[in-house]
């Protein structure tokens, strides 16, 4: 498991996979990203979706529990075992309003994690137990929760959309 040293090492893993991530998108038009093909489990739409909930998921939990209201994991209406419908609903919710627009949003979801990552102690980051909403059985410190909601899906999924592009762009050329 990668274990940052303090939030700046963090951000900067962020910023990184984040970056190679959205780069990968580049030659994919909104014509194509819904195109699904059996080397690769989501298109790259539903990948890019997958991100922007999920960012969005978290800093909405924090800014429950900043406001002293009670929290529903993942979120309200949803249980951990109901997590696939949860990932369609982030493609309606993310995904119709277009790839650009959906990269815009996802771009501001991460200046709003750094943002926050920012604002926090290094305790309040590193330490288990620090955020009610993280406070969980396996204890998990908030950078953890960010880095197997972000960095590893970014990262992840940085390969995906590469191994995608080469099944399915190469074929249409």
């Known amino acids: 498991m990668q274990v940052y ?28 990203a ?8 989501k298109t790259p739409r ?9 960012i969005n998921m978290i ?12 929290i529903t994991t993942p979120t309200p209406g949803y249980k951990w075992d109901q997590i696939r419908q949860l990932y369609d609903d982030f493609n309606v919710k993310y995904g119709s309003q277009g790839l650009d627009n959906e990269k815009e949003e996802l771009g501001k979801a991460v200046e709003d994690l750094i943002e926050w990552i920012n604002q926090m ?3 309040e980051l590193f330490k288990p137990g620090e955020r009610k909403w993280a406070t969980t059985k ?14 590893s899906p970014f990262t992840n999924y940085s390969r995906q959309v590469k191994k995608w592009k080469n099944f399915n762009l190469r074929q249409k050329a």
């Open 5 to 32: 040293k303090n939030s700046e090492e963090l951000i900067d893993q962020i910023r990184k996979s984040y970056q190679q991530f959205i780069d990968e998108y580049e030659g994919i038009t909104d014509d194509v």
């Open 34 to 41: 819904d195109d699904r093909i059996e080397q690769v489990e």
């Open 46 to 54: 539903e990948m890019l979706s997958y991100q922007v909930g999920w």
């Open 59 to 70: 800093l909405s939990w924090e800014k429950a529990e900043k406001g002293g209201q009670d």
């Open 121 to 123: 102690s290094h305790d």
């Open 138 to 151: 396996a204890m998990w410190p908030v950078a953890k929760w960010i880095r197997i909601n972000a960095i």
